[in-house]
């Protein structure tokens, strides 16, 4: 590959790293642990190994015990390094093969291989600084615990895998169930080698290269290289030598083995997630939700309060004032309420509003739960049921919210219309109009009682003008109160719609920031989800 292409490739792979690890900061609480384990345990590996040596390729051999892995990693080597590791007091420590010893240090380190030999060149494999770093493993069959957890460790580290097998044990499954099919996704760094093929004659070795070929296609490696080879008699040697040539010389290795384990685990992410998007959040449920609650939080009993509690006070104001001081006995419908009230902050106030009982609270869970319903239709198993809790905690916090809502909304209670002043002046001036002409007519009662001249009152067409001031007064003050009724009638009203479009909008804040709000960013989360991981799939 040009310089250029492998630029381009390893730009591509940050990019996908990081669309992963947004995934991961996406996913965490929502999808189960051991998926985001094994994409924190990817993005730990791709930012280890992405800043050890790219000058060098690491090619692990792994095989089951009588493969004959550690005779074809000699005769690849053209060493006897294996042979002569198994009179090690160690056996089970991996062994490393190297040529290029120049930074090979670290990244020895890091995959925890001690054992280390600078090599010469050998022809058709590697120069004397290609970077080649050959690894000879135990078996990953080992009845020894320990000899297993580094197969599986440094099969997740090599950024190259040679499967060795041999023509008795080659469908094994154990190692088709257990490291071949898991790593389905790493075809591109994957090869696979059939050793001892000089125990089988023409025939039968096609047969079983054949039946091998098509165990990993089912295994979903249809396109990994296979390769027949004889540590003992060379056969087929330089072709497994030139295969691993080649993967060193085109200076990819790490990026794709890189790629292929964002793939596995994006996969994994995508079948523990499911696929779809949420139907997202639209005005029509969001008016209903806002309706809902508000019928549930009483607000309609409010409006009428505010109707109520301005017809009162209206004819507190306006009435006939020999008797309106009656209505002073007639508690206020807001008071009641504990509503209406400037003297207390409306942050700490609250209502006195009958407390939700069962339909109350059932018609809330109804609409909370159609709501959240609606708006998570479409998205997986697992987005949908965060969609949901979403909602159900802000059901929670509703009640007391709705309440405070409810108290802090100005029900412009407290205004005094400019009318109320004008009638009250007019009804007094009425009063003491009725009450001039009473006190007129008394006087002259009590002079003719005791039978003192009675001065002739001035008249109207024939009426004494202190009859005319009582019927006028009282018949002013009666007009003037049954105007005030209908006038208070209909500004009650025009108050109460006011009061009521100010509840419902408090209302709906409420419903906004409690239940609207925490769906909407679950849905966006899911969205969000759905973009970064389609970013970090090849």
Excluded: C
């Amino acid at each position: 590959m040009s310089r250029h292409g492998q630029v381009r490739q390893a730009s591509r792979l940050q990019q996908r790293l990081e669309a992963l690890n947004t995934v991961r900061e996406l996913a965490e609480g929502i999808l189960p642990g051991p998926e985001l384990q094994a994409v924190y345990e990817v993005l730990e590996r791709a930012s280890s190994r992405r800043s050890l040596s790219a000058g060098h390729t690491v090619v692990g051999f792994f095989g089951a015990t009588g493969s004959g892995k550690s005779s074809l990693f000699n005769a690849v080597s053209n060493t006897s390094l294996a042979t002569a590791a198994a009179r090690r007091p160690t056996t089970s420590a991996p062994l490393a093969g190297i040529w290029g010893e120049q930074d090979s240090g670290p990244l020895l380190d890091w995959l925890d291989v001690q054992e280390r030999h600078v090599l010469p060149a050998v022809p058709g494999l590697a120069s004397e600084d290609s970077g080649l770093i050959l690894l000879d493993l135990p078996d990953f069959d080992s009845t020894a615990v320990a000899n297993r957890e580094i197969v599986q460790r440094l099969a997740g580290m090599v950024d190259v895998l040679v499967w060795v097998l041999d023509p008795q044990k080659y469908a094994d499954a154990a190692v088709h169930h257990g490291f071949l099919r898991p790593m389905a996704s790493h075809g591109a760094v994957t090869l696979v080698v059939l050793n001892q093929i000089d125990k089988l004659n023409d025939v039968d070795a096609a047969a079983v290269m054949a039946s091998l070929e098509g165990i990993l296609d089912r295994d979903g490696l249809g396109g990994v290289t296979v390769l027949g080879a004889s540590a003992v008699t060379g056969a087929g040697v330089g072709e497994v030598r030139g295969a691993i040539e080649r993967v060193v010389t085109q200076r990819d290795a790490v990026t794709r083995r890189l790629s292929a384990d964002v793939d596995r685990v994006a996969a994994g992410l995508t079948a523990a997630s499911g696929t779809g998007e949420a139907r997202g959040v639209k005005g029509s449920a969001t008016a209903r939700l806002a309706a809902e609650l508000a019928t549930a939080a009483n607000v309609p009993v409010v409006v009428d309060a505010v109707a109520r509690s301005y017809r009162l006070e209206s004819a507190r104001r306006t009435g006939w004032p020999a008797v309106r001081w009656l209505l002073r006995f007639r508690a206020d419908p807001l008071r009641r309420l504990n509503l209406g009230r400037k003297d207390v902050r409306p942050d700490l106030n609250r209502t006195s509003l009958p407390a939700a009982g069962a339909p109350e609270r059932a018609r809330t869970d109804a609409a909370v739960r159609e709501f959240a319903d609606t708006a998570s239709e479409g998205a997986p198993g697992p987005w949908r049921a965060s969609i949901r809790n979403a909602a159900r905690e802000g059901r929670e916090q509703l009640p007391d919210a709705l309440d405070q809502a409810i108290a802090g909304t100005d029900l412009k209670a407290s205004r005094r219309p400019a009318w109320w002043m004008l009638f009250n002046v007019l009804q007094w001036t009425a009063l003491l109009l009725a009450a001039g002409g009473l006190g007129w007519l008394g006087i002259l009662a009590l002079l003719a009682y005791f039978q003192m001249p009675v001065p002739d009152v001035p008249r109207t067409e024939g009426w004494p003008w202190p009859t005319l001031m009582v019927a006028g007064g009282v018949g002013l003050g009666i007009a003037l109160g049954l105007l005030g009724r209908i006038i208070s009638g209909w500004a009650a009203r025009v108050r109460a719609r006011g009061a009521g479009r100010r509840l419902r909008a408090a209302v709906a804040a409420v419903a906004n920031q409690r239940i609207v709000a925490p769906v909407d960013a679950g849905i966006k989360r899911l969205r969000d989800f759905n973009a970064a991981l389609k970013d970090a799939r090849s």
